[in-house]
Every structure is written in C-alpha cells, then in structure tokens.
C-alpha cells in the first residue's frame, strides 16, 4: 500500500531534553494508526511535528509524498488536527469557530457554513452553534474540536487522545465517526486507552522515551510475546516473603510482583505456573485467573525495564 | 448528510484570501464590541481634549488659538494609541493568553498572513478614531476644514498609525503579563502626547533634545499636520522616512515570527 505519513530518524531536543530520538514510522494511505506511550513519551510533539506546530532538528517527515519542512502550508490544508489542549477561539461562537477554520483551509463561505452545521448535526451540538466555547462543558468542547478538525473533510486526520474528557455516548460516537472514515482517510491518533487502541488501530506502535520500541498489527505485537500468559493468584492474607523467596527460586517466573493480596506473574510454561499454584495451595490461596497477554502488558513490560 | 468542498489550498488560493478571512474573523469580534468601540472612539478624543487641551491653552501661549494647534496632537496620539493597543492586545492574546496560535499555525496559514491580518485591523480602526477625531476637535473647536486639508491630514496620520499597528504587533510577540502590557502602553501614551509636540510645543523643551526629537518622522508628521491647519508649508519627508520604518519593522516582525512562533 502506498504511504501517506512517513518518518524517517526524526530527531528533537528542547532546552537540552530528548523529546524524539531517531524516531521512524510509517503509516500506510487508508489505514488507523495509534501510538500509545506514557505520559511525556513524546505522542503529541510527534503529531504537532507533523501539523508543524514544532520543527524537527534532524530527520525527514512527508505527508502524502511532501516533505513538512519545505511544503508545510500544502500538507496542513490536507491535514486535520485536533490536540489534546482546548483551542478554541473563544471571542467568537461555536459555528464561527467552525466556519472561519474551514474557510482557513480553504472552504468557500457557504462551503464552510454548511460543512458546520453537518458536523454540529452528526455529533448533536447544533444547540450549541450559536453559543460561546467558554460556556460549554468540556466534553462539548472537545467534540467542537473534533468538528473542527474534520470540517475542511481532509485526507489526513491527526488527533491527539481524541476520546479523552468524553462520555461513554460521546466517545462511541467520535468513534462510530472515525470508524466510517477511516475506508478512505489516513488516522494518526495518540493514546492512552488500549481498549480503544486494540478496537479501531490497524497498527500499533509502542513509544517511549521519543523512540518506538515496537510496531506492527495487534495480531503481531502479540505474537512476539509468544504465548506470555498473565497469572494472578489471590490469597486471604499478602504473601509472606518465605512464599516469594521460594516463587523467585522458579526458573522461568517473570515479574513476580504482590498487590495488596494478590500475586500477579507472567510465564510461558504451564509447567512453572503449576509449581508456583502447588506452592500457594500452602498459603490459603482463595482464586486463579490466567489471561492470554495483551496489548497493555505487552505496553507495562515494554516500558519498564521489560518483561524478561 | 455530506461534506462539500475542496480538499487542499488551491492553486491561486492566495496570502490576500487567507488574510481576508482573518479580517473576517476579526470583523465578527468587532461586531460583537460594537458599542465599546463606539465609546473608546468618542470618549478618547474628548478626554484628550478636556484634560490635556483646556488645561494647556490656559498656560501655553501661541500665535495661534492653542486649541486649534492641539487638534493634530488630538488625532495622533487618539489614533495612534488605538492602533498600538489593538495591535499589542490581539498580538498578546493570539501569542500568549490562548492556544489561538497553535489553532491558527495548524492551518495553511503562513506567520506573515497572522501578522498582516493584525497590522491591518489595527490601522484600520487607528485610521477611524483618527476620522472620528478629526470631526470631534472640528466640533470642538469651531474649526473649519476644508477637503484638501482633511485629505492630506489622512496622507500624514496614516503612515503613523500603521507606524504603531506594528510596533504594537511586534511588542504583542514578547509581552507576556499584564503589569508590563500596562506599563508599555503608559510609556507610548507618554511619548505620543508629550514627547514629541502633540500638546507641548518643542520651543518649551532644552535645545538639545528638540536637535534630536526634530529628527525623528513622527515629529515631522505631527508638525506637518499642525502646518496643514494653519495653510503653513508642509513637509513628506516624514510620511517617506516612515513608511521605510514601516516595511523594515514589518520585515523585522516576520523574522521574528519564524524565531517564536513553531517551537
């Protein structure tokens, strides 16, 4: 498939921190791509980089085959992007707000008049339209900034924990929205929700520390875990440190780690899990549960310090 | 349900677009401030004149009715005031107080196209108060003005007004509180109504310091202004010299824009 983002050893420092270091990606025309990372791993400088919102130091970024840095006007009138801050204009109403950012990506007036009140239709503002943004709720702020984002409909869309502050209605709806899309746009979205990550990414990349640590489908990144299964034994009382001392000595245990009553550990051997059950039969052991690896332990053991 | 419109900035999609649509935008805030505007129009021009005028014509003697001499100090600091407040606040406030910078740099909008569109809204509503102004002293003070001269006050008092539009734009990128906002537009108001001849004729200040003053276009403009109401010999060399500081600051504000403005 033919690529419409692409990233090649983007670098950035600011006031001597790392924000990006030798970053590389792709995401391909007509597909959903998510980068999930902590807090100050560098998600939203990767998405204002692209919107040139901030200038890379080293490396090269295209977007739909144009370089951002030379060509950069072209690329944000494809582009729509909405962050994770509260931007919107707040000396004018909601429906200026929406009509002046279409014709500022080059709508005609009517065009931009109309494309609003679309917006505000799908995702139930239109009682909002002639109202204030500083009136509104957070909730509906963000869904005006969605709106905004999508009211030039461009072929790029880049949104920055575009769920985060909305109510569970709300939330299906932006992603009801972005789901339809998605057929015949390119969606870049940064995230902490691994639920959504796991439901709408066609690919996933894991970011940390200004670098990815892994890419690929959902399918892939879990395979590369090759067959980790999570186990959580509860007990009536915390383990005593005899019981861990004697759970570490197991060979293949990995992360063993107590919360409050409960023991969770990872491991690929059925065999090492049986040990470590027959063991805590010893200590009032109450439940089991095993769950295949998911996106968000792969996500914990990536980045801190490993699984391994 | 559909999405209408084109998809990217089309060809011939130009700068003059784009700023259209900012003057727009700031059109629609004025609209909404209609009836401040309104009063800041009125009430600067006369507060000027019954605090500074009146006062002074009874301890400054001239060859001429003094307020009929003051009227162009009235114009020029009232509209240049305006310009360099509108400027600084709408510069300040895009720049520091909201993420309206953020909002705009994301669209295909070019660090100029922002500047222009601030430079222009900000002369346009100094070159008002200055017509406003102008019709107020004229009432005031029993004045008559015939077209010509009101003509070639517009031709002097513009290039000073854009003058502080941009300087106002360019200082709106660096001023972050409000105690410094405060203290610059005090500074301007001093240097405007009493530095430079607006209400206190040079020949009251040191020597030396009129030799330098003299010099500077805006004195040359508020003099010519003041030689336009008395059919005296007026001078153009203060709208040339200005217009050249003009094109320089505005380059100056742009450069700057690419320092400042995409981290």
């Known amino acids: ?103 500022l990506h080059g709508l005609s007036a009517r065009d931009a008049h109309t494309n609003a009140l679309d917006w505000a239709e799908r995702l139930n503002f239109g009682n909002n339209l002639q109202r204030m943004p500083q009136d509104l709720s957070h909730g509906n702020k963000r869904l005006v900034q969605f709106a905004r984002a999508l009211v030039h409909d461009p072929q790029v869309i880049i949104l920055d924990e575009p769920t985060k502050g909305l109510d569970p209605h709300s939330r299906t709806k932006v992603w009801d929205i972005l789901d339809k899309l998605h057929q015949h746009k ?17 690919r996933i990349a894991i970011l940390h520390h200004g670098n990815i640590k892994m890419d690929g489908t959902l399918e892939r990144l879990i395979e590369t875990t090759h067959g980790l299964t999570r186990y959580r034994l509860s007990f009536s009382q915390p383990p005593t440190d005899e019981f861990m001392e004697k759970l570490k000595a ?29 063991l805590a039969l010893k200590y009032e052991l109450v439940d089991i549960d095993t769950s295949i690896c998911r996106l968000q332990d792969l996500f914990v053991g990536l980045t801190d310090g490993g699984l391994e | 349900m559909s999405i209408t419109g084109s998809l990217c900035r089309p060809n011939g999609w130009g700068s003059r677009v784009v700023v259209k649509v900012l003057l727009y935008r700031d059109w629609l805030n004025i609209k909404k401030h ?112 015939g077209m010509g001269q009101i003509l070639l006050i517009i031709l002097q008092v513009l290039p000073l007004i854009n003058f502080y539009a941009i300087l106002g734009t360019l200082l709106g990128i660096f001023i972050k509180d409000g105690i410094t906002l405060v203290s610059v537009i005090l500074l301007m108001f001093l240097v405007l109504a009493l530095s430079i001849g607006s209400f206190l004729p040079l020949a009251n200040f040191p020597t030396n310091y009129v030799d330098v003053v003299s010099m500077f276009p805006l004195t040359t403009i508020i003099n010519s202004c003041q030689m336009i109401i008395q059919n005296g010999a007026i001078t153009y060399i203060g709208i040339f010299l200005t217009f050249l500081i003009n094109i320089f600051l505005v380059l100056l504000t742009i450069a700057v824009t690419y320092k400042t403005f995409r981290k």
Not at chain 1, 186 to 191: E, G, H, N, Q, V
Not at chain 2, 87 to 94: D, N, Q, S, V
Not at chain 2, 106 to 121: A, C, D, M, Q, Y
Request: proline fraction near 3%.
């Open chain 1, 1 to 103: 498939m033919e690529a419409s983002i692409t990233l090649k050893a983007i670098g950035k420092t600011f006031r001597n921190n790392t924000l990006l270091a030798d970053l590389s990606f792709g995401v391909e025309k007509g597909s959903t791509f998510v980068i999930l990372g902590e807090n100050g791993s560098g998600k939203s400088v990767v998405l204002k980089l692209l919107v040139g919102l901030i200038e890379k130091d080293v490396g090269m970024a295209y977007i739909h085959g144009k370089d951002i840095s030379t060509r950069g006007d072209k690329i944000r009138s494809i582009t729509g992007y909405m962050p994770q801050t509260i931007d919107l204009d707040d000396e004018l109403t909601v429906l200026e707000n929406l009509e002046i950012f279409g014709q």
């Open chain 1, 186 to 202: 390119t969606i870049l979205f940064a995230s902490q929700n691994f639920a959504e990550a796991e439901r709408y990414a066609d």
């Open chain 1, 250 to 278: 197991f060979p293949r245990i990995l992360r063993p780690q107590v919360k409050g009553t409960e023991l969770e550990f990872y491991s690929r051997e059925r065999k090492q899990f049986f040990n470590a059950l027959e």
């Open chain 2, 34 to 145: 209609g009836m401040s505007l309104l009063l800041i129009f009125t009430m600067l021009p006369m507060l000027l004149h019954l605090f500074l005028s009146i006062p002074l014509s009874n301890i400054i003697s001239l060859d001429i009715r003094y307020l009929n001499w003051a009227a162009p100090g009235i114009w020029v600091t009232a509209s240049g005031l305006l310009a360099f407040c509108v400027a600084i606040l709408r510069m300040k406030k895009i720049k520091h107080d909201t993420g309206q910078l953020d909002a705009l740099l994301k669209t295909p909008l070019r660090n100029g196209e922002i500047i222009f569109s601030v430079i222009i809204i900000a002369t346009l509503l100094g070159f008002i108060q200055a017509l406003v102004a102008i019709a107020l002293t004229v009432l005031l003070n029993n004045e008559y003005l």
